[in-house]
């Protein structure tokens, strides 16, 4: 029986991070739309990194910027810049209007990937 208990909390939690990074890759896509474009090198940065599990928390990190485009914390907090395409806050923004349904998002999502098993 405890066999059994560790093997469905562990599928339980590999199912938990999946949907956790698929509903992060949902919302890497609209940080990507709200990101400002000059050359492009600071949309090309932004990637997904995780899921990472600590303690009961399951995470991914959306991340921009890097070697190739090391001023993305200045576009990204910069209230006072003008950008033709995109905005500042571009993370945060899209984030924050996420939040109150992202635990519902991942549930459906859970839902729906144990359907397709």
Known sequence: MKARIAKAGK??????????????????LEVIKRTPVKHGPLRASEHLEGPTWEGNNVYCLIVAGGPSA????????NDEAIHPVGQSHFISSVLEE??????????????LNSLEL
Do not use: D, N
């Open 11 to 28: 599928a339980f939690q590999t199912q938990m991070a999946g949907a956790v990074y698929q509903e992060s890759a949902v919302e890497l």
């Open 70 to 77: 090391p001023y993305a914390i200045y576009v990204h907090e």
């Open 98 to 111: 996420s939040r109150s349904f992202m635990a519902q998002r991942i549930l459906k999502r859970m839902r």
